[in-house]
T-cell receptor, first 116, second 116 residues
């Protein structure tokens, strides 16, 4: 079974600064997807960014980018130019490509505070 | 708006009671996933239905059950409720067609269940 570990329960960043959230995972599969989800106080789960394991290029979505290290099984999220609206819980998640087992496996989350 | 509708948004009930949570997936999505999020924790996968059939089971208690109807909406039934069942219950839907490797999951806004 796959596991996802987020070792930073809380992080804090100054507005306009850059912050990196860490995530490691364990799997025996070679092809899979990794995700970062944002959960603001409204509790809605919002997809931030997605990485396909077979793609070596790191995914980028505007101010959000990932550092995907497949051999190290590491998947960190970098938020540049942090904004007050970025304050939320962030969850790292893993998903297999195989039909029938596509439920997401989530980490325990990192609470990000953004200081004005 | 993700297109996934969950009702009710909030539910307060007493220990020992039974409740039903409802999820309407996005139009065209055949898979429905149920997740449980206890206070400030990650989401735990409970069960998946695909086109009316149970496809995968996660950490679902025997007191809990689910079904997916011909119109593809799904219901999660929780019985003999205990205080520890208080949580946010999410439904997510995706297309999940056979052979489709890249199918995104869209989350509803969740049902907050409080057992008193």
């Amino acid at each position: 079974a796959q596991t996802v570990t987020q070792s930073q329960p809380e992080m804090s960043v100054q507005e306009a600064e850059t912050v990196t959230l860490s995530c490691t995972y364990d799997t025996s599969e070679s092809d899979y997807y990794l995700f970062w989800y944002k959960q603001p106080p409204s509790r809605q789960m919002i997809l931030v960014i997605r990485q396909e394991a077979y793609k070596q290029q790191n995914a980028t979505e505007n101010r959000f980018s990932v550092n995907f290290q497949k051999a190290a099984k590491s998947f960190s999220l970098k938020i540049s130019d942090s904004q007050l609206g970025d304050a939320a819980m962030y969850f790292c998640a893993y998903r297999t490509i195989y039909t029938g087992r596509r439920a997401l496996t989530f980490g325990s989350g990192t609470r990000l505070q953004v200081q004005p | 708006d993700s297109g996934v509708t969950q009702t009710p948004k909030h539910l307060i009930t007493a220990t020992g009671q039974r409740v039903t949570l409802r999820c309407s997936p996005r139009s065209g999505d055949l898979s429905v996933y149920w997740y449980q999020q206890s206070l400030d924790q990650g989401l735990q996968f409970l069960i998946q239905y695909y086109n009316g059939e149970e496809r995968a089971k996660g950490n679902i208690l025997e007191r809990f059950s689910a079904q997916q109807f011909p119109d593809l909406h799904s219901e999660l039934n929780l019985s003999s409720l205990e205080l520890g069942d208080s949580a946010l219950y999410f439904c997510a839907s995706s297309v999940d067609g056979f052979g489709q490797r890249n199918t995104e999951a869209f989350f509803g806004q969740g049902t907050r269940l409080t057992v008193v």
